[in-house]
């Protein structure tokens, strides 16, 4: 059976992005798109690359651009150091990195410049890291980095009164041109949520796993969901990013 599977920030859990893999029973006629922020957080940020470039051999996998990933790929291309990304995960990333060939390094660096801004699948659905803020979509964005730093549009879709018809002049105009939108970026954790939660027509799928929340693995047609252990339980002796 096919299935369209999203799955949200990894950041570094390579051992939750196994058990997620195992409990949806994934198979090589899955299509899975990944939401971003596949580094910075847990010990094993290259490994989880290295497990994305090989699972791409075998299975169709789409990969967004997370504000995380577009970090690493400065530090690694341009050597450029960040106090900041150091502060939220990017310590992990650089002392796991240190074992790491040149070789693997330009391999990673490839990825990363691969990675997509957004997805707009047949069926009207955006997947994309942060969100957007133009009135008029993706399309006419003017700051394409946007797409992986905003926070707008999850707080927007988190504040609207639900009782507001979507004809309204009050309405928010983005939450209207696409039937759903999937992202990640800001941990449901932050509203004391431990799954995937639907505001207006946006879907969050970050439950966490930089902190000490689970990975999850969506059914964009289903909408039924695995979720990995904690990682905070799976990487008992790191900090991630708490």
């Keep these: ?19 997620i893999m195992e409990r949806a029973k994934v198979s090589k006629d899955d299509t899975l798109i990944f939401l971003g922020d596949y580094v910075d957080g847990w010990s094993e940020s290259p490994q989880v690359i290295d497990y994305l470039i090989e699972l791409n051999k075998k ?16 530090w690694l291309s341009e050597s450029k150091d960040n106090l900041e990304w150091y502060k939220h995960g990017g310590e992990a990333t650089v002392l796991a990195y240190t074992n790491i060939s040149a070789a693997k390094k330009q391999i990673h660096v490839d990825f990363l410049k691969s990675l997509q ?4 699948d047949e069926q009207n659905r955006l ?5 957007f803020t133009n009135m008029n979509g993706i399309h006419y964005e003017y700051f394409p980095k946007l797409f992986y ?3 707008t549009l999850w707080e927007t879709a ?13 309405y928010p105009k983005r939450l209207t041109l696409y039937d759903e939108i999937y992202i990640g970026h800001t941990p449901v954790t932050k509203i004391n949520e431990t799954v995937p939660i639907q505001k207006a ?10 902190f000490k929340g689970s990975l999850t693995i969506l059914n964009v047609d289903t909408k039924e969901f695995w979720q990995s ?3 905070n339980a799976l990487y008992f002796n790191e900090k991630g990013r708490n």
């Design 229 to 231: 252990e904690p990682l």
């Design 117 to 120: 801004d957004y997805y707009l």
């Design 127 to 131: 997947f994309i890291h942060a969100g």
């Design 59 to 74: 299975n169709k996998c789409i990969f967004i651009r997370g504000n995380h990933d577009e970090l690493l790929l400065q």
């Design 158 to 170: 988190l504040s609207l009164d639900q009782s507001l018809p979507k004809y309204s002049l009050h």
């Design 1 to 19: 059976m096919h299935r369209k599977l999203v799955i949200g920030d990894i950041h570094g859990g390579l051992r939750a992005l196994h058990q």
């Design 149 to 151: 730093w905003d926070r």
């Design 201 to 210: 027509c946006v879907w969050n799928i970050d439950t966490g796993a930089a």
